[in-house]
């Protein structure tokens, strides 16, 4: 987070009076537009994650 809470409150406040009661519904559409991306990236971290720690392991076996 770049902002500080007061920036994100004031832009909560702003989103609020430019879409009102539409918001929540415009967020809900966009998270579940997002929502397969994010599961994407998510699944990519944890193979990286398994990779380097078979990785490390192989490493240090050898060098046991």
Same mark, same amino acid.
């Given at each position: 987070?770049?902002?500080?809470?007061?920036?994100?409150?004031?832009?909560?406040?702003?989103?609020?009076?430019?879409?009102?009661? @539409?918001? @929540?519904?415009?967020?809900?559409?966009?998270?579940? @537009?997002?929502?397969?991306?994010?599961?994407?990236?998510?699944?990519?971290?944890? @193979?990286?994650?398994?990779?380097?720690?078979?990785?490390?392991?192989?490493?240090?076996?050898?060098?046991?």
């Amino acid at each position: 987070n770049s902002l500080s809470r007061s920036q994100r409150i004031a832009v909560d406040t702003a989103l609020v009076q430019r879409f009102g009661k @539409k918001l @929540k519904r415009n967020i809900e559409a966009l998270a579940t @537009k997002l929502l397969p991306m994010i599961r994407k990236k998510a699944q990519e971290n944890v @193979k990286k994650a398994k990779k380097n720690r078979v990785k490390q392991d192989l490493i240090t076996r050898i060098n046991e």
